[in-house]
């Protein structure tokens, strides 16, 4: 979506950014998207690594009950 707009786009759509909220305002408008940005990308990192976790902690799960029920029937028949 964005690589189509090229150099000429961008300079356009700086200017009129510049006309509409004036130089005073541009910085604070930068640092208010660069953060959204930012948070929307942890969000979206954590909603992504949750699920490999969740599965992986899952995995775990198993693999330690598989364990434990091997434990539990040897010391059953006492070997």
């Not at 700086?14 to 005073?24: D, E, N």
Request: hydrophobic share 35%; aromatic share 4%; net charge positive.
């Amino acid at each position: 979506m964005l690589s189509n707009i090229g150099i000429p786009g961008l300079i356009l759509i700086l200017v009129i950014a510049l006309i509409i909220f004036g130089p005073s305002k541009l910085p604070e408008i930068g640092r208010a998207f660069g953060s959204t940005l930012k948070e929307f990308k942890k969000a979206t990192n954590d909603l992504v690594n949750g699920d490999d976790q969740e599965q992986k902690k899952s995995t775990k799960e198993k693999e330690k009950n598989k364990l434990v029920g091997i434990e539990k029937t040897d010391s059953k028949t006492g070997s």
